[in-house]
T-cell receptor, first 114, second 113 residues
Framework: NAGVTQTPKFRILKIGQSMTLQCTQD?????MYWYRQDPGMGLKLIYY???????DKGEVPNGYNVSRSTTEDFPLRLELAAPSQTSVYFC?????????????FGQGTRLTVV | DAKTTQPPSMDCAEGRAANLPCNHS???????VYWYRQIHSQGPQYIIH???NNETNEMASLIITEDRKSSTLILPHATLRDTAVYYC??????????????FGQGTILTVHP
Protein backbone atom coordinates (compact mmCIF):
# COMPACT_ATOMS: atom_id res chain seq x y z
CA ASN A 1 0.00 0.00 0.00
CA ALA A 2 1.53 3.32 -1.09
CA GLY A 3 -0.61 5.58 1.14
CA VAL A 4 0.60 9.20 0.92
CA THR A 5 3.59 9.75 -1.33
CA GLN A 6 5.65 12.94 -1.39
CA THR A 7 8.31 13.96 -3.88
CA PRO A 8 11.05 15.02 -3.77
CA LYS A 9 12.46 13.86 -0.42
CA PHE A 10 15.14 16.55 -0.36
CA ARG A 11 15.65 19.81 -2.24
CA ILE A 12 17.94 22.81 -2.05
CA LEU A 13 16.60 26.02 -3.57
CA LYS A 14 18.20 29.38 -4.11
CA ILE A 15 16.43 32.49 -2.84
CA GLY A 16 13.82 33.61 -5.36
CA GLN A 17 13.52 30.27 -7.12
CA SER A 18 10.22 28.45 -7.35
CA MET A 19 9.27 24.82 -6.99
CA THR A 20 6.33 22.48 -6.53
CA LEU A 21 6.19 19.86 -3.82
CA GLN A 22 4.18 16.91 -5.01
CA CYS A 23 1.75 14.90 -2.91
CA THR A 24 -0.43 12.04 -4.04
CA GLN A 25 -2.59 9.55 -2.12
CA ASP A 26 -4.15 6.32 -3.33
CA UNK A 27 -6.75 5.88 -0.56
CA UNK A 28 -9.51 7.93 -2.23
CA UNK A 29 -9.47 10.39 0.67
CA UNK A 30 -11.44 13.59 0.37
CA UNK A 31 -9.40 15.64 2.82
CA MET A 32 -5.79 16.59 2.23
CA TYR A 33 -3.40 18.83 4.16
CA TRP A 34 -0.02 20.47 3.96
CA TYR A 35 1.97 21.06 7.14
CA ARG A 36 5.42 22.45 7.75
CA GLN A 37 7.69 21.61 10.66
CA ASP A 38 10.54 23.81 11.78
CA PRO A 39 13.34 22.34 13.92
CA GLY A 40 12.21 21.36 17.42
CA MET A 41 8.65 22.47 16.79
CA GLY A 42 5.31 20.84 16.13
CA LEU A 43 3.68 20.84 12.72
CA LYS A 44 1.82 23.91 11.47
CA LEU A 45 -0.97 23.79 8.88
CA ILE A 46 -0.28 25.65 5.62
CA TYR A 47 -3.27 24.77 3.41
CA TYR A 48 -5.95 22.15 3.31
CA UNK A 49 -8.54 20.80 0.88
CA UNK A 50 -11.89 19.11 1.50
CA UNK A 51 -12.24 17.80 -2.04
CA UNK A 52 -11.28 18.35 -5.65
CA UNK A 53 -11.53 22.03 -6.55
CA UNK A 54 -11.81 23.22 -2.94
CA UNK A 55 -8.88 24.59 -0.97
CA ASP A 56 -8.49 26.91 2.01
CA LYS A 57 -5.78 28.57 4.05
CA GLY A 58 -4.41 27.17 7.25
CA GLU A 59 -2.35 28.83 9.96
CA VAL A 60 0.73 29.79 7.87
CA PRO A 61 -0.26 30.18 4.18
CA ASN A 62 1.88 33.17 3.18
CA GLY A 63 4.35 32.40 0.41
CA TYR A 64 2.54 29.24 -0.73
CA ASN A 65 -0.17 28.24 -3.17
CA VAL A 66 -2.06 25.01 -3.70
CA SER A 67 -4.44 23.43 -6.17
CA ARG A 68 -6.60 20.32 -6.08
CA SER A 69 -7.66 19.29 -9.56
CA THR A 70 -8.05 15.61 -8.68
CA THR A 71 -8.89 13.65 -5.55
CA GLU A 72 -5.45 12.02 -5.57
CA ASP A 73 -3.12 15.00 -5.95
CA PHE A 74 -2.51 18.08 -3.82
CA PRO A 75 0.64 19.95 -4.94
CA LEU A 76 2.15 22.80 -2.92
CA ARG A 77 3.75 25.65 -4.84
CA LEU A 78 6.48 27.99 -3.59
CA GLU A 79 6.75 30.95 -5.96
CA LEU A 80 9.62 33.02 -4.55
CA ALA A 81 11.58 30.91 -2.12
CA ALA A 82 12.85 32.64 1.02
CA PRO A 83 15.17 31.36 3.78
CA SER A 84 12.19 31.41 6.17
CA GLN A 85 10.68 28.60 4.12
CA THR A 86 13.51 26.24 5.04
CA SER A 87 11.58 23.48 6.75
CA VAL A 88 10.30 19.92 6.49
CA TYR A 89 6.99 19.72 4.67
CA PHE A 90 4.45 16.99 5.34
CA CYS A 91 1.40 16.13 3.31
CA UNK A 92 -1.47 14.25 4.94
CA UNK A 93 -4.87 12.88 4.01
CA UNK A 94 -7.96 11.61 5.76
CA UNK A 95 -11.21 10.06 4.62
CA UNK A 96 -13.45 12.52 6.46
CA UNK A 97 -13.48 15.09 9.25
CA UNK A 98 -15.48 12.93 11.62
CA UNK A 99 -14.16 12.20 15.06
CA UNK A 100 -13.35 8.64 14.18
CA UNK A 101 -11.06 9.38 11.28
CA UNK A 102 -7.30 9.30 11.47
CA UNK A 103 -4.90 11.20 9.25
CA UNK A 104 -2.19 9.51 7.22
CA PHE A 105 1.07 11.36 6.64
CA GLY A 106 3.71 11.18 3.96
CA GLN A 107 7.40 10.88 4.79
CA GLY A 108 8.12 14.53 4.21
CA THR A 109 10.12 16.81 1.92
CA ARG A 110 13.14 18.45 3.49
CA LEU A 111 13.62 21.86 1.86
CA THR A 112 16.58 24.18 2.32
CA VAL A 113 16.56 27.70 0.86
CA VAL A 114 19.98 29.33 0.55
CA ASP B 1 -9.64 23.30 19.35
CA ALA B 2 -8.70 22.90 23.01
CA LYS B 3 -5.07 23.40 23.95
CA THR B 4 -3.09 20.54 25.41
CA THR B 5 -0.21 20.46 27.86
CA GLN B 6 2.39 17.69 27.84
CA PRO B 7 5.69 17.25 29.67
CA PRO B 8 8.58 18.07 27.32
CA SER B 9 10.40 14.80 27.93
CA MET B 10 10.14 11.42 29.65
CA ASP B 11 12.31 8.35 30.05
CA CYS B 12 11.31 4.72 30.21
CA ALA B 13 13.17 1.43 30.60
CA GLU B 14 12.81 -1.11 27.82
CA GLY B 15 10.11 -3.66 28.61
CA ARG B 16 8.38 -1.43 31.11
CA ALA B 17 5.13 0.46 30.57
CA ALA B 18 5.43 4.04 29.35
CA ASN B 19 2.71 6.34 30.67
CA LEU B 20 2.47 9.66 28.84
CA PRO B 21 0.18 12.26 30.40
CA CYS B 22 -1.75 15.02 28.65
CA ASN B 23 -3.77 17.83 30.15
CA HIS B 24 -6.68 19.25 28.16
CA SER B 25 -8.69 21.05 30.81
CA UNK B 26 -10.65 23.21 28.32
CA UNK B 27 -11.88 20.32 26.19
CA UNK B 28 -15.43 20.56 24.89
CA UNK B 29 -18.00 17.81 24.75
CA UNK B 30 -17.63 17.23 21.02
CA UNK B 31 -13.83 17.11 20.98
CA UNK B 32 -11.86 13.91 20.61
CA VAL B 33 -8.43 13.17 22.08
CA TYR B 34 -5.93 11.90 19.51
CA TRP B 35 -2.39 10.63 19.93
CA TYR B 36 0.21 10.64 17.18
CA ARG B 37 3.92 9.98 17.32
CA GLN B 38 6.84 11.04 15.16
CA ILE B 39 9.90 8.84 14.97
CA HIS B 40 13.10 10.63 14.02
CA SER B 41 11.57 13.31 11.74
CA GLN B 42 9.46 10.82 9.79
CA GLY B 43 5.83 11.64 9.09
CA PRO B 44 3.59 11.51 12.17
CA GLN B 45 1.93 8.17 12.79
CA TYR B 46 -1.53 7.74 14.25
CA ILE B 47 -1.65 5.76 17.51
CA ILE B 48 -5.09 5.93 19.06
CA HIS B 49 -8.02 8.24 19.79
CA UNK B 50 -11.02 8.44 22.09
CA UNK B 51 -13.97 10.56 23.13
CA UNK B 52 -15.09 9.46 26.61
CA ASN B 53 -14.31 5.81 27.12
CA ASN B 54 -10.95 4.18 27.53
CA GLU B 55 -9.63 2.69 24.31
CA THR B 56 -7.13 -0.03 23.47
CA ASN B 57 -5.61 -1.18 20.22
CA GLU B 58 -2.59 -3.19 19.17
CA MET B 59 -0.25 -0.26 19.79
CA ALA B 60 -1.43 1.36 23.00
CA SER B 61 -4.15 2.12 25.53
CA LEU B 62 -5.78 5.48 26.12
CA ILE B 63 -7.16 6.33 29.53
CA ILE B 64 -9.41 9.41 29.70
CA THR B 65 -10.46 10.76 33.09
CA GLU B 66 -14.15 10.94 33.88
CA ASP B 67 -14.20 14.73 33.62
CA ARG B 68 -12.23 14.43 30.33
CA LYS B 69 -9.77 17.10 31.43
CA SER B 70 -6.77 14.83 31.11
CA SER B 71 -5.68 11.58 29.54
CA THR B 72 -2.81 9.10 29.61
CA LEU B 73 -1.33 7.17 26.71
CA ILE B 74 0.04 3.82 27.82
CA LEU B 75 2.58 1.81 25.84
CA PRO B 76 2.41 -1.47 27.77
CA HIS B 77 5.86 -2.87 26.95
CA ALA B 78 8.07 -0.12 25.58
CA THR B 79 10.81 -1.03 23.12
CA LEU B 80 13.72 1.00 21.78
CA ARG B 81 11.69 1.57 18.62
CA ASP B 82 9.11 3.48 20.66
CA THR B 83 11.59 6.32 21.17
CA ALA B 84 9.80 9.23 19.48
CA VAL B 85 7.98 12.51 19.98
CA TYR B 86 4.41 11.86 21.13
CA TYR B 87 1.72 14.42 20.37
CA CYS B 88 -1.57 14.69 22.22
CA UNK B 89 -4.12 16.55 20.07
CA UNK B 90 -7.68 17.54 20.75
CA UNK B 91 -9.94 18.22 17.81
CA UNK B 92 -13.57 18.80 17.03
CA UNK B 93 -15.35 16.10 15.10
CA UNK B 94 -16.70 17.31 11.74
CA UNK B 95 -18.06 20.81 11.25
CA UNK B 96 -15.61 23.56 10.44
CA UNK B 97 -12.65 21.66 11.86
CA UNK B 98 -12.30 19.85 8.51
CA UNK B 99 -10.06 17.32 10.25
CA UNK B 100 -7.32 19.87 10.84
CA UNK B 101 -4.80 18.94 13.52
CA UNK B 102 -3.11 21.44 15.85
CA PHE B 103 0.24 20.14 17.01
CA GLY B 104 1.99 21.31 20.16
CA GLN B 105 5.60 20.46 20.92
CA GLY B 106 4.78 17.02 22.25
CA THR B 107 6.67 14.77 24.67
CA ILE B 108 10.02 13.32 23.72
CA LEU B 109 9.95 9.74 24.99
CA THR B 110 13.32 8.06 25.28
CA VAL B 111 13.33 4.32 25.90
CA HIS B 112 16.55 3.06 27.51
CA PRO B 113 17.99 -0.48 27.25
Amino acid sequence: NAGVTQTPKFRILKIGQSMTLQCTQDMNHNYMYWYRQDPGMGLKLIYYSVGAGITDKGEVPNGYNVSRSTTEDFPLRLELAAPSQTSVYFCASSYSASGNTEAFFGQGTRLTVV
Amino acid sequence: DAKTTQPPSMDCAEGRAANLPCNHSTISGNEYVYWYRQIHSQGPQYIIHGLKNNETNEMASLIITEDRKSSTLILPHATLRDTAVYYCIVRVAGGTSYGKLTFGQGTILTVHP
